[in-house]
Protein backbone atom coordinates (compact mmCIF):
# COMPACT_ATOMS: atom_id res chain seq x y z
CA UNK A 1 0.00 0.00 0.00
CA UNK A 2 1.43 3.20 -1.04
CA UNK A 3 2.53 6.31 1.96
CA UNK A 4 0.14 9.22 1.08
CA UNK A 5 2.15 12.52 1.99
CA UNK A 6 1.29 15.11 -0.05
CA UNK A 7 -1.77 16.14 -2.40
CA UNK A 8 -2.04 18.84 -4.59
CA UNK A 9 -5.12 20.11 -6.03
CA UNK A 10 -6.02 21.99 -8.99
CA UNK A 11 -9.57 23.45 -7.82
CA UNK A 12 -11.04 24.02 -10.99
CA UNK A 13 -14.78 25.02 -11.88
CA UNK A 14 -15.87 27.13 -9.24
CA UNK A 15 -16.72 30.33 -11.53
CA UNK A 16 -19.04 27.69 -13.56
CA UNK A 17 -20.55 26.33 -10.76
CA UNK A 18 -21.59 29.62 -9.77
CA UNK A 19 -23.21 30.53 -13.43
CA UNK A 20 -24.68 27.09 -13.33
CA UNK A 21 -26.24 27.61 -9.75
CA UNK A 22 -26.66 31.18 -8.73
CA UNK A 23 -26.04 33.03 -11.63
CA UNK A 24 -22.91 34.78 -10.10
CA UNK A 25 -18.86 33.60 -10.47
CA UNK A 26 -18.50 34.90 -7.19
CA UNK A 27 -20.81 32.65 -5.61
CA UNK A 28 -18.79 29.49 -6.98
CA UNK A 29 -15.81 31.16 -5.38
CA UNK A 30 -17.52 31.56 -1.90
CA UNK A 31 -19.14 28.11 -2.26
CA UNK A 32 -15.35 26.52 -3.47
CA UNK A 33 -14.01 27.94 0.29
CA UNK A 34 -16.59 25.47 1.99
CA UNK A 35 -15.31 22.44 -0.01
CA UNK A 36 -11.63 23.67 0.97
CA UNK A 37 -12.49 23.61 4.46
CA UNK A 38 -14.09 19.80 4.18
CA UNK A 39 -10.67 18.67 2.23
CA UNK A 40 -8.31 19.95 5.05
CA UNK A 41 -10.62 17.92 7.50
CA UNK A 42 -10.53 15.11 5.49
CA UNK A 43 -6.71 15.47 4.98
CA UNK A 44 -6.59 15.89 9.02
CA UNK A 45 -8.37 12.07 9.11
CA UNK A 46 -6.41 10.36 6.82
CA UNK A 47 -3.03 11.90 8.35
CA UNK A 48 -1.53 13.26 5.17
CA UNK A 49 1.12 15.68 6.04
CA UNK A 50 0.82 18.18 3.13
CA UNK A 51 -1.41 19.24 0.79
CA UNK A 52 -0.97 22.10 -1.94
CA UNK A 53 -3.91 24.07 -3.01
CA UNK A 54 -3.98 26.13 -6.45
CA UNK A 55 -5.41 29.29 -5.79
CA UNK A 56 -4.85 31.68 -8.13
CA UNK A 57 -1.91 31.65 -10.95
CA UNK A 58 0.14 34.00 -12.63
CA UNK A 59 -2.12 33.43 -15.43
CA UNK A 60 -5.42 34.44 -13.48
CA UNK A 61 -4.36 38.23 -13.33
CA UNK A 62 -6.38 38.37 -17.04
CA UNK A 63 -9.60 37.64 -15.14
CA UNK A 64 -12.11 40.88 -14.58
CA UNK A 65 -10.91 43.19 -12.07
CA UNK A 66 -14.08 42.90 -10.11
CA UNK A 67 -13.69 39.01 -9.87
CA UNK A 68 -10.05 39.09 -8.69
CA UNK A 69 -10.92 42.01 -5.95
CA UNK A 70 -13.57 39.53 -4.48
CA UNK A 71 -11.22 36.79 -4.77
CA UNK A 72 -8.80 38.59 -2.55
CA UNK A 73 -11.37 39.86 0.10
CA UNK A 74 -12.81 36.31 0.23
CA UNK A 75 -8.67 35.63 0.79
CA UNK A 76 -8.78 38.13 3.60
CA UNK A 77 -11.77 37.07 5.02
CA UNK A 78 -10.98 33.15 5.55
CA UNK A 79 -7.50 34.65 7.00
CA UNK A 80 -9.15 36.82 9.42
CA UNK A 81 -12.02 34.50 10.63
CA UNK A 82 -10.25 31.26 10.47
CA UNK A 83 -6.29 31.55 11.31
CA UNK A 84 -7.00 30.98 14.97
CA UNK A 85 -8.61 27.84 14.38
CA UNK A 86 -5.89 26.26 12.01
CA UNK A 87 -3.40 27.22 14.49
CA UNK A 88 -5.26 25.39 17.16
CA UNK A 89 -5.47 22.21 14.79
CA UNK A 90 -1.87 22.38 14.75
CA UNK A 91 -2.02 23.37 10.82
CA UNK A 92 1.15 25.32 9.54
CA UNK A 93 0.26 27.47 6.49
CA UNK A 94 2.84 28.06 3.99
CA UNK A 95 2.45 30.24 1.15
CA UNK A 96 4.06 29.19 -2.58
CA UNK A 97 4.34 32.16 -5.54
CA UNK A 98 5.21 36.06 -5.31
CA UNK A 99 3.50 38.02 -2.35
CA UNK A 100 2.38 41.08 -4.62
CA UNK A 101 -1.31 41.75 -3.35
CA UNK A 102 -2.65 44.92 -1.31
CA UNK A 103 -0.21 45.80 1.72
CA UNK A 104 -3.42 44.74 3.84
CA UNK A 105 -3.08 40.89 2.36
CA UNK A 106 0.65 40.96 2.44
CA UNK A 107 0.28 41.63 6.30
CA UNK A 108 -2.40 38.63 6.61
CA UNK A 109 -0.46 36.20 4.79
CA UNK A 110 2.85 36.87 6.41
CA UNK A 111 1.08 36.87 10.04
CA UNK A 112 -0.40 33.19 9.19
CA UNK A 113 2.63 32.03 8.07
CA UNK A 114 4.41 32.95 11.37
CA UNK A 115 1.61 32.30 13.47
CA UNK A 116 1.65 29.12 12.59
CA UNK A 117 5.25 28.12 11.89
CA UNK A 118 5.70 25.74 14.45
CA UNK A 119 2.66 23.62 13.71
CA UNK A 120 3.11 19.73 12.33
CA UNK A 121 -0.37 17.84 12.05
CA UNK A 122 -0.83 19.49 8.24
CA UNK A 123 1.08 21.90 6.30
CA UNK A 124 -1.14 23.86 3.58
CA UNK A 125 0.83 25.61 0.57
CA UNK A 126 -1.56 28.09 -0.73
CA UNK A 127 0.16 28.64 -4.15
CA UNK A 128 -0.87 32.02 -4.83
CA UNK A 129 0.47 34.29 -7.95
CA UNK A 130 2.35 31.28 -8.69
CA UNK A 131 3.19 29.91 -12.10
CA UNK A 132 5.70 27.04 -12.31
CA UNK A 133 7.59 28.83 -15.60
CA UNK A 134 8.42 31.33 -13.49
CA UNK A 135 9.02 29.32 -10.66
CA UNK A 136 11.88 27.63 -12.71
CA UNK A 137 13.41 30.67 -14.23
CA UNK A 138 13.57 31.83 -10.91
CA UNK A 139 15.45 28.50 -9.42
CA UNK A 140 17.66 28.52 -12.60
CA UNK A 141 18.44 32.33 -11.98
CA UNK A 142 19.33 31.68 -8.53
CA UNK A 143 21.52 28.70 -9.88
CA UNK A 144 23.69 30.70 -11.96
CA UNK A 145 23.85 33.80 -9.60
CA UNK A 146 25.67 31.52 -6.86
CA UNK A 147 27.91 29.40 -9.76
CA UNK A 148 26.22 26.22 -8.92
CA UNK A 149 26.50 23.01 -10.68
CA UNK A 150 23.50 22.48 -12.89
CA UNK A 151 21.60 19.25 -11.44
CA UNK A 152 18.25 18.14 -9.93
CA UNK A 153 19.34 18.15 -6.27
CA UNK A 154 21.05 22.22 -6.44
CA UNK A 155 18.01 23.02 -8.47
CA UNK A 156 15.16 21.75 -5.91
CA UNK A 157 16.97 23.90 -3.14
CA UNK A 158 15.91 27.08 -5.15
CA UNK A 159 12.24 26.01 -5.70
CA UNK A 160 9.74 27.29 -4.06
CA UNK A 161 8.55 24.31 -2.74
CA UNK A 162 11.98 23.46 -1.38
CA UNK A 163 12.21 21.32 1.79
CA UNK A 164 8.11 20.12 0.97
CA UNK A 165 8.34 16.61 -0.89
CA UNK A 166 6.69 16.14 -4.06
CA UNK A 167 2.98 15.65 -4.34
CA UNK A 168 2.15 11.89 -4.20
CA UNK A 169 -0.89 12.82 -5.85
CA UNK A 170 -2.68 15.96 -8.00
CA UNK A 171 -6.07 16.38 -8.25
CA UNK A 172 -7.98 18.57 -11.09
CA UNK A 173 -11.53 19.23 -11.06
CA UNK A 174 -13.84 20.36 -13.59
CA UNK A 175 -13.82 18.04 -15.94
CA UNK A 176 -10.39 19.81 -17.75
CA UNK A 177 -7.60 17.59 -18.38
CA UNK A 178 -4.43 20.23 -18.20
CA UNK A 179 -2.03 21.26 -15.81
CA UNK A 180 -2.01 24.89 -16.28
CA UNK A 181 1.52 25.59 -15.40
CA UNK A 182 1.47 24.00 -12.25
CA UNK A 183 4.26 21.96 -10.21
CA UNK A 184 5.75 20.75 -13.58
CA UNK A 185 8.89 20.12 -12.01
CA UNK A 186 7.01 18.30 -8.97
CA UNK A 187 5.01 16.23 -10.31
CA UNK A 188 6.91 14.61 -12.30
CA UNK A 189 6.02 10.88 -11.19
CA UNK A 190 2.67 12.10 -9.07
CA UNK A 191 -0.16 9.78 -9.99
CA UNK A 192 -2.95 12.01 -11.82
CA UNK A 193 -6.58 12.05 -11.16
CA UNK A 194 -9.05 14.21 -13.30
CA UNK A 195 -12.52 14.49 -11.75
CA UNK A 196 -15.33 15.37 -13.91
CA UNK A 197 -17.29 17.41 -10.61
CA UNK A 198 -16.87 21.13 -10.42
CA UNK A 199 -15.11 21.98 -7.30
CA UNK A 200 -17.79 23.31 -5.28
CA UNK A 201 -19.43 19.65 -5.93
CA UNK A 202 -16.24 17.70 -4.85
CA UNK A 203 -16.82 16.10 -1.20
CA UNK A 204 -14.79 14.15 0.96
CA UNK A 205 -16.70 10.55 0.00
CA UNK A 206 -14.95 11.62 -3.66
CA UNK A 207 -11.43 11.97 -1.81
CA UNK A 208 -11.62 9.51 0.03
CA UNK A 209 -12.17 7.28 -3.16
CA UNK A 210 -9.11 9.03 -5.04
CA UNK A 211 -7.19 8.13 -1.97
CA UNK A 212 -7.89 5.01 -2.19
CA UNK A 213 -7.37 4.11 -5.69
CA UNK A 214 -3.97 5.67 -5.31
CA UNK A 215 -2.70 3.44 -2.04
CA UNK A 216 -3.25 0.09 -4.74
CA UNK A 217 -1.55 1.73 -7.76
CA UNK A 218 1.82 0.11 -8.70
CA UNK A 219 4.66 2.53 -9.05
CA UNK A 220 7.46 1.96 -10.78
CA UNK A 221 9.69 5.46 -11.09
CA UNK A 222 10.67 3.61 -14.67
CA UNK A 223 11.92 0.10 -13.01
CA UNK A 224 9.22 -2.70 -13.29
Wanted: hydrophobic content about 35%; charged content about 30%.
Amino acid sequence: MNPLNHVAIIMDGNGRWGIKNKNSRNEGHKAGLITVEKIIKESIKQNIKHITLYTFSTENWKRPKQEIKYLFKLLENFLKKKIDYLHKQDIKLNIIGKKSFSNKLNFLLRFAEKKTIKNKKLQINLALNYGSKNELIYAFKKLKNKNLTMNEKNLSKFLYTKNIPDPDILIRTGNTMRLSNFLLWQIAYSEIFFEKKLWPDFNEKDFIKIINKFKKIKRNYGSI
